[in-house]
């Protein structure tokens, strides 16, 4: 008898109001728990790929100055700044100069034979043309 007992024990305890809160309070842990969970892997997995896609850029930003490292030190760069910065000249090379225009400096434009006035700005081959006629 004392096995009845017990069974009629379990029972009694499995179907009371004790053992429903007691699990539905557990359920609601086991949830929150996973919920948390979940959240912080979507928030590890987001944080991932905006690390990747950093990584992406910064290749490119790697590739591109390595790019423009190449061209630094090749000798047409070096070249081209000792010519605009330096002054410099290549031997049996000859330089051509314009002056600068003073304000009062008025040109003649030789296909419709009018005046120019200092404002107007004249296109390259306008200032060649200048130089060799005058």
């Known amino acids: 008898m004392p096995r009845n007992i017990d069974k009629n024990g379990f029972k009694r305890f499995f179907g009371s109001r004790l053992f429903l809160v007691i699990a539905l309070v557990v ?3 086991v949830a929150f728990s996973y919920a948390r969970a979940y959240y912080q892997d979507y928030t590890i997995r987001q944080e991932i790929q905006s690390l990747q896609d950093q990584v ?3 290749e490119k ?3 591109e100055s390595l ?3 190449k061209y630094v030190m090749s000798p047409s760069f070096v070249e081209e700044k000792a010519r605009t910065e330096l002054n410099l ?3 049996g090379e000859n330089v051509i100069a314009f002056p600068q225009r003073d304000e009062g400096y008025i040109t003649k434009n030789i296909v419709n034979n009018q005046d120019l006035s200092p404002e107007e700005n004249l296109d ?3 200032q060649w ?3 060799f006629i005058h």
């Open 89 to 91: 000249k290549k031997p």
């Open 124 to 126: 390259n081959p306008a």
């Open 67 to 69: 790019e423009i490292l």
């Open 56 to 58: 992406k850029k910064l």
């Open 27 to 29: 359920t609601i842990l």
């Open 129 to 131: 043309w200048y130089y």
């Open 61 to 63: 930003k790697k590739i």
